[in-house]
């Protein structure tokens, strides 16, 4: 797997979608632009990007088979959880609480 691959985006996950679909207008379409950012940028672009703040997820258990869980920022007030798989950035979840993406609520 080259390290400057492009990043390939999995929305599949019931969860995730069930909480974009319910996000106001305003930060849905500000999360749909950050998706179009991250299908346009390689890993280190986003491993780099101040705006996305990539950083793992040390006070959450990953789920059986994921060995790192990461959280990134998609809207001013909703961060992402996410892991890599190869070149695909698996989404998990969206939290417009800032604290529960941690784990902390």
Not at 73 to 85: E, G, Q, V, W, Y
Request: proline share 6%; with cysteine; net charge positive.
């Amino acid at each position: 797997m080259p390290n400057d691959s492009a990043i390939q985006l999995d929305l599949n996950n019931p969860i995730f979608q069930d909480t974009l679909f319910s996000l106001q207008k305003e930060e849905r379409l500000a999360a749909l632009d950050t998706m179009k950012k991250l299908k346009r940028i390689t890993w280190p672009q986003l491993y780099a990007d101040r705006g996305l703040n990539w950083e793992k997820i040390s006070s959450v258990k990953p789920p059986k088979g994921i060995p790192a869980l990461y959280s990134l920022r998609i809207s001013k007030s909703c961060r992402a959880t996410a892991f890599r798989d190869g070149d695909i950035l698996r989404f998990l979840t969206i939290f417009s609480d800032h604290d529960a993406t941690y784990g902390k609520k």
